[in-house]
């Protein structure tokens, strides 16, 4: 089970930090990914970690603005967010698949139910 949080609402140029808490897995196995999902579009691609947390990778969109971490430990990933835009208003999924990361929403065997993130301009 994943556990999605952290979501809200908050100014153009301002953070979030998502949080993802997993439960169920053997969690140190799984890559992680964060996805988003605007109305009317498809679910895109945000940031994957790999299971050590030594590979990390961005959406252009957001590359440089958000980071993407793990805690083995609390097995729980999270997705610290800054300088935050109103294209960035969208439903945020986190995901896990075994081994490695991917970009692609269908390599994901496990989902969270979404928590909003709305950025005001």
């Known amino acids: 089970q994943l556990q999605a949080s952290g979501g809200g609402l908050v100014q153009a140029g301002g953070s979030l930090r998502l949080s993802c808490a997993t439960s169920?897995?053997?969690?140190?196995?799984?890559?992680m990914g964060w996805f988003r999902q605007a109305p009317g579009k498809e679910r895109e691609f945000v940031a994957a970690?790999?299971?050590?947390?030594?590979?990390?990778d961005y959406a252009g969109s957001v590359k440089g603005r958000s980071t993407i971490s793990r805690d083995n430990a609390k097995k729980t990933v999270f997705l610290q967010m800054s300088s935050l835009k109103p294209e960035d208003t969208a439903v945020y999924y986190c995901?896990?698949?075994?081994?490695?990361?991917?970009?692609?929403?269908?390599?994901?065997?496990?989902w969270g139910q979404g928590t909003q993130v709305t950025v005001s301009s």
């Open positions: 995901a896990a698949r075994m081994y490695n990361p991917s970009v692609v929403p269908g390599d994901y065997y496990y």
């Open positions: 169920g897995l053997t969690f140190s196995t799984y890559a």
């Open positions: 970690i790999s299971r050590s947390g030594g590979t990390k």
